[in-house]
């Protein structure tokens, strides 16, 4: 006697399950997408205890009649389907005919429905899979199907289940890929009677962006467009300060369905290569508007991942426009100021002072004034002011000794007046004659003037057209060492100095193999090095351009490099990853000071180069201050 049999229905269904219904979210997500194929305007949906007790889904969409509601809930049984061709033309979210029924067999399902042409609705109950008759009800056109009791006839699997507010957090994260799939829906979404959501249809998807992952990221986010044959891309990414620590802020449409797509994912971290740190992931809200016959959905029974039938034009339609979107907008990082009790306190909060447990009366105006004398006020102590270039506070930059002495002007008087239901008035005297002056540099070319000084031997401050920008030397220097490299290797290679007697250097084995096995791509870059016997490695010349680097230090750094870092697998990544390297070892440092034709010769360079808002490494060069947030800041506005 044979031991294979044929399973039960009952089973199959569980099983069918096992792979449909994983948790509360899965149950939303079905028939969430089941009633904008339906046609709705209007969704509704409810949950207790994170689903677990109750999912309930209400829409307004087209309904079913009387006949079509048991069959609904039949295995493999749709009306988005008739032959096999049709999965090839999948224009609906759902067409398997799988989900109602896995969701009945594990839980206890009521579905009203009702048509318009219809007087009176249908309702029918299911219990682990166990239909009642179909009886009369009431109700407006759509259909309402409550689950209850999530895998109560599977109580294993119950077990399984996260804590009601982790179920709560994925059904929220589900909820929020639907409403920002189709924005034009009306959406609900009600948590324990509570609303968590009442999002209002609306043409686009950064007002819904803003609702669910702040106005702060909304505001910063930059559009992107294309059409590429019969392929239409649009949508946001987040500017590149608003890197996340992981891949979950990606959200990625195809037809109106989230996907993930490891090809998808890899064109936007290519895109996004050199503006983001080392584990950063970027933020991306992106829909693909792709003929259903060019892309594959039924791939997973959950339908989350797909596959192209162009995939290489999809990847390179995804990454050139998000590179595009790049060179035409300013990726430069601004400053977020903290919020400042003495400038944005509302008018009927306290006075300043007393924000600050400062109770007494107002200061002496004489005594105010004497805080920028250098005479110390009895009860305050000193701080020194910021220098420039390291200097002492008091005391001109050394490169400024040979400029003539400004004239000293006479005492000037600012007010400063911050009125609300107590008036505040402090009147400061200032000698600014005290204070060093910016040195005002020329930039060759340019016919533009920066007043640029350096500050902890670390940044430039300089003065713009609407602001101010403070930039970090060292990773503006990377950046402009890697375009030039990067550019000589494109034209055939970086030029190289031969040296007069080629340099030995011990390495380890395990070095000397890694820096011997990559010659050619030193080659490229103008190192030139050959086995010299034992663990020795001879350098016969360097990059001309790296002068203040010396032979031994690079080739150390390189072995240290390939030992300690996961390489890329192919040439050119490597010698890319290497271009960051050297870049990043013969910039100049910080605390290290500049001369004044440095300084405008550095700053000049910035606008040669692609990119100078961030380093190789995705740090910022640069923050900008504009002069209405200096002034919000000062509240002058």
């Known amino acids: 006697m044979g031991i294979i049999k044929q399973l039960p229905a009952s089973v199959i269904n569980q099983i069918a399950a096992g792979e449909v219904v994983e948790r509360p979210a899965s149950v939303v997500k079905e028939l969430l997408e089941n009633a904008i194929d339906a046609g709705a305007t209007r969704v509704d949906l409810s949950v207790e205890r994170g ?21 609904a809930f039949t295995p493999h049984a749709t009306s988005k389907l008739v032959e096999a061709d049709d999965l090839f033309r999948i224009r609906t979210l759902g067409f398997r005919g799988e989900a109602l029924a896995a969701i009945a067999e594990v839980s206890k399902l009521r579905c009203q429905t009702r048509q318009v042409e219809d007087d009176t609705g249908s309702e029918l109950t299911i219990e682990a899979g166990v239909a009642s008759p179909i009886k009369d009800c009431g109700g407006p056109p759509g259909t309402v199907i409550e689950v209850r009791n999530l895998f109560f006839n599977t109580p294993v699997r119950r077990t399984f289940l996260k804590s009601d507010s982790t179920e709560a957090g994925h059904v929220a994260e589900m909820f929020a890929r639907i409403a920002l799939a189709h924005p034009t829906v009306h959406m609900t979404y009600r948590s324990s009677n509570k609303v968590v959501h009442d999002l209002h249809p609306v043409t686009g998807i950064k007002e819904r962006i803003a609702i669910f992952f702040g106005r702060e990221l909304a505001d910063s986010l930059l559009w992107v467009e294309s059409r590429v044959e019969t392929t239409s891309l649009w949508g946001y990414v987040g500017h590149p300060s608003q890197s ?20 998808l994912g890899h064109a936007l971290s290519e895109a996004y290569r050199g503006l983001l740190m080392v584990g950063r992931q970027p933020v991306a809200f992106v829909h693909l508007e792709i003929p259903p016959e060019e892309v594959d959905v039924n791939v997973h029974p959950t339908k989350i991942e797909v596959r192209f039938r162009d995939g290489h034009r999809i990847y390179s339609q995804l990454l050139s426009t998000v590179r595009q979107a790049f060179l035409s907008s300013d990726l430069h990082s601004r400053l977020q100021a903290p919020h400042n009790p003495l400038v944005d306190e509302p008018a009927n909060e306290p006075p300043p002072q007393a924000a600050f447990g400062l109770t007494s009366p107002d200061p002496d105006r004489q005594a105010v004034g004497s805080w920028f004398t250098t005479s110390k006020p009895t009860g305050f102590q000193s701080f020194p002011s910021p220098g420039y270039a390291g200097g002492p506070a008091t005391s001109a930059p050394a490169w400024a000794s040979n400029l003539p002495e400004p004239p000293t002007p006479s005492r000037q008087v600012a007010f400063n007046e911050f009125q609300d239901e107590h008036e505040v008035k402090a009147t400061v005297v200032a000698n600014p004659s005290l204070l060093p002056s910016p040195r005002a540099i020329e930039l060759p070319g340019r016919g533009v003037t920066l007043k640029a000084i350096q500050v902890h031997e670390t940044y430039l401050v300089a003065e713009t057209a609407d602001g101010m920008v403070v930039i970090d030397q060292h990773a503006l220097h990377e950046r402009i060492l890697y375009e030039e490299l990067k550019a000589r290797v494109g034209q055939g290679g970086v030029e190289s100095q031969r040296l007069l007697v080629p340099e030995p250097v011990d390495l380890s084995a395990p070095e000397a193999a890694a820096v011997l096995e990559r010659r050619d791509v030193l080659a490229r870059l103008g190192l030139e090095i050959e086995p010299f016997g034992g663990d020795t490695v001879l350098v016969s010349s360097t990059p ?6 010396t032979p031994e230090q690079l080739l150390r750094d390189l072995a240290d490099h390939f030992r300690s870092s996961v390489l890329p697998p192919t040439a050119d990544a490597v010698l890319e990853d290497v271009l960051n390297m050297v870049a990043c070892k013969a910039a100049v440092k910080a605390n290290q000071r500049l001369a004044p034709e ?17 380093c190789p490494h995705g740090r910022p060069t640069a923050l900008v201050f504009t002069k209405a947030e200096l002034e919000k800041q000062f509240g002058r506005i």
């Open 244 to 263: 996340r620590s992981n891949n979950k802020s990606q959200f990625l449409f195809v037809g109106g369905r989230y996907v993930r797509d490891r090809s």
């Open 598 to 614: 440095e300084i405008a010769s550095l700053l000049d360079r910035r606008h040669l180069v692609s990119d100078s808002h961030h």
């Open 544 to 549: 001309a351009m790296l002068r203040g680097v």
């Open 51 to 71: 689903g677990k007790d109750l999912v309930r889904v209400a829409d307004n969409g087209k309904g079913m009649s009387r006949d079509d509601l048991p069959m």
